[in-house]
């Protein structure tokens, strides 16, 4: 049973970054798809980006997203993290990690049906 915790939401103004991390604990011997999720109250949990914990193509970003927070893992540590820059209100939510044993479709939006396993969440909040 994988086991995922995330740590370093808080409140932050807009234009401001945080870090998100996600330690991988638990893991079995397969290259997990790790992606992060976010959900605002009242909407649906949308997918943010995804990449791969041991490698290979397949870096993802929705594009409310691009050219703002960049995705990256480090293997060794087992942890995954997002970067996130110029944050906007509308990028407050709970954000979530997740990981999985299939990408889906490549290129797709990330789904949460393609994900087994979910951290607890860690909260953003922008203010303007």
């Known amino acids: 049973q994988v086991q995922l915790v995330e740590s370093g939401g808080g409140s932050v103004q807009a234009g401001g970054s945080l870090r998100l991390s996600c330690a991988v604990s638990?893991?079995?011997?397969?290259?997990?798809?790790m992606g992060w999720f976010r959900q605002a109250p009242d909407k649906e949990r949308e997918g943010v980006a995804g990449i791969w914990m041991y490698g290979g193509d397949g870096i993802y970003y929705a594009d409310s997203v691009k050219d703002r927070f960049t995705i990256s893992q480090d293997n060794a540590k087992k942890m995954m993290y997002l970067q996130m820059n110029n944050l906007e209100p509308e990028d407050t939510a709970v954000y979530y990690c997740a990981a999985g044993f299939s990408r889906g479709r490549p290129g797709a939006p990330l789904r949460t049906q393609d994900f087994n396993y979910w951290g607890q969440g860690t909260q953003v909040t922008v203010s303007s």
């Open positions: 638990r893991y079995a011997a397969h290259n997990l798809y």
